[in-house]
């Protein structure tokens, strides 16, 4: 070891000043074909990843990223979803032995545990042995691990409604009412408002617009209901209202 | 020509050595798909890096549009997607991207655990991957946010709902993250700054100390 002494520095820096080259190893040194990384290796490597660029484009233009309508705290009867890798945490929080009073258990402990052991993975499966089949503890609690991910994820995906899920996170347009005519005010008199929303846009029940629904089936739904969910009678006053009332949701929901 | 501008930069920097880690070293038989095919599952860590470098490009594209604000964060999203000149690209690769990114860090972490890849020598790397994929994993929680539309919201409710059921500091976390009594723009102010600033300084610490391992032990030899 030089440790600096007696040695010759390029300026005032720490590289040292001729201080020989020493050549790589010949590749023909090592066993087997082993071949140089640049550029034998990397040229192959940059071929496959241009492909691979190639399809990743193709399918951002092909299926566009999926956004739904702009956060509203208020629409309470969302029913959540994260992002497909979690959950299989989603589905196991739903158990009721994971859920509730035991929620530390599916929260806390059994992804903890999993951590844990990932970490330590090194040290709890200490022998020399590398094939999987040497080691058929750590194999097969890895094995264990993935089916349990899959499964979840798996019923987590049967159990969604996925046509509600469609349903509640679609963009609706935004349209101006005319909030000052008369159809508007009897609208937002009446029980309607709290289920289809102030601006027709849906709360409970679903939205007005685009639906280009007739005056004479506003009449009809606004006594009879449509069972089981929107309940019947909820227009209550003067058959002359109702008639102004069916006509302003109609004109409205072409739009 | 080349070969002098090299020896001028060595001869002042002595990059030798960091040449030799970064470009000039071996490809062992073994992990070459060109000479067992089956070798292309040591391929993944590379596509990993490949898709994080995917996910970082189009991300600084994506800061350009993005506005992280409770009033304007969705309208500024719908803008780059729906009018901008391929901001659907721009904001697939981002989208897409991250979900082929979990995929190749799974498959990559599977790979080092069935070759055994994890055993001394490298249980620090080992250790260091762990935490990688834990930061990869909140990247995608708090990336999940930013759009602020429907399932962003109320999937980030029952995320920060779990955080806060941890023993103890539960509650500590949630505000944290939180940064107020509901999720509303504190707490997509915070989850920008740890999508953009906190979590992918950690990431770029941690593939350093993952590379600059890789490069001292060398690829794990044949089964
Ligand atoms: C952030 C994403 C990651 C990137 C970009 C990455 C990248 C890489 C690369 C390029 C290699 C060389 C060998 C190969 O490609 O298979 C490697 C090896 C390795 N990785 Fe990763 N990795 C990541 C995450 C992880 C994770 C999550 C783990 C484990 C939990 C891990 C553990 C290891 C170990 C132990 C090695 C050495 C394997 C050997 O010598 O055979 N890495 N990594």
């Known amino acids: ?63 566009p990223s999926p956004l739904e309508a702009e956060a509203d705290p208020t629409k309470s009867g969302y029913i959540p979803l994260p992002d497909w890798y979690f959950l299989f945490l989603y589905q196991l929080l739903k158990y009721p032995y994971a859920a509730g009073h035991y929620k530390v258990i599916g929260a806390i402990i059994i992804p903890g545990l999993a951590l844990v052991g990932l970490l330590l993975a090194p040290w709890l499966d200490r022998g020399p042995e590398r094939r999987p089949l040497k080691r058929p503890v750590a194999t097969g609690l890895m094995l264990l691990a993935i089916v349990s991910v899959f499964y979840l994820t798996w019923e987590s995906t049967v159990s969604h409604d996925w046509k509600q899920a469609a349903e509640q996170g679609k963009i609706v347009k935004k349209v101006s009412i005319d909030k000052n005519s008369k159809g508007y005010k009897i609208y937002s008199s009446q029980s309607c408002v709290n289920c289809h929303g102030q601006n027709l846009e849906g709360q409970v029940g679903p939205s007005f617009i685009g639906k280009n629904i007739p005056a004479s089936l506003v009449e009809q739904v606004a006594v009879k209901g449509i069972p089981p969910k929107m309940p019947a009678n909820a227009f209550k006053g003067s058959k002359k209202d109702l008639k102004t009332l069916a006509e302003f949701i109609a004109k409205s929901s072409k739009k | 020509m080349l070969a002098k501008l090299y020896d001028w930069i060595d001869e002042r920097l002595d990059i030798t050595p960091m040449w030799r880690d970064l470009a000039d070293h071996e490809v062992p038989e073994h992990v070459n798909p060109a000479y067992h095919f089956s070798a292309f599952v040591y391929c993944f860590g590379g596509l990993t890096f490949f898709t994080i470098v995917i996910q970082i490009l189009s991300g600084m594209f994506l800061v350009m549009y993005y506005v992280p604000d409770i009033d304007r964060a969705w309208d500024s999203v719908f803008y780059l997607q729906n009018k901008v000149a391929y901001g659907q690209i721009v904001r ?18 599977l790979r080092v655990f069935f070759t055994g890849a994890y055993k001394k020598p490298r249980e620090l790397n080992w250790i260091v991957g762990v935490l990688l994929f834990f930061v990869i994993l909140g990247l995608g929680f708090t990336g999940y946010l930013l759009p602020w539309d429907m399932k962003a919201l109320f999937a980030t409710k029952v995320g920060l709902q779990i955080a806060a059921s941890v023993p103890f500091i539960g509650g500590w976390i949630q505000t944290l993250l939180q940064g107020s009594d509901v999720v509303g723009a504190q707490t997509l102010a915070r989850f920008f700054a740890i999508h953009v600033f906190f979590l992918p300084a950690v990431l770029l610490g941690l593939l350093a100390a993952h590379f600059i391992m890789i490069r001292r032990q060398g690829i794990s030899g044949p089964l």
Not at chain 1, 12 to 33: A, M
Not at chain 1, 50 to 56: K, S
Not at chain 2, 92 to 109: D, R
């Open chain 1, 1 to 63: 070891m030089h440790r600096g002494k007696g040695m010759k520095f390029v300026g005032d820096s720490r590289v040292p000043k001729n201080s020989g080259f020493v050549p790589p190893k010949d590749y023909s040194e090592y066993p087997g074909k082993t071949e140089a990384f640049l550029p034998n290796f990397l040229l192959k490597e940059w071929m496959v990843g241009a492909v691979f660029l190639v399809g990743f484009l193709v399918l951002t233009m092909a299926e």
């Open chain 2, 92 to 109: 697939g690769m981002h989208h897409w991207g991250a979900s082929v990114t979990i995929v190749m860090v799974f498959l990559h972490t």
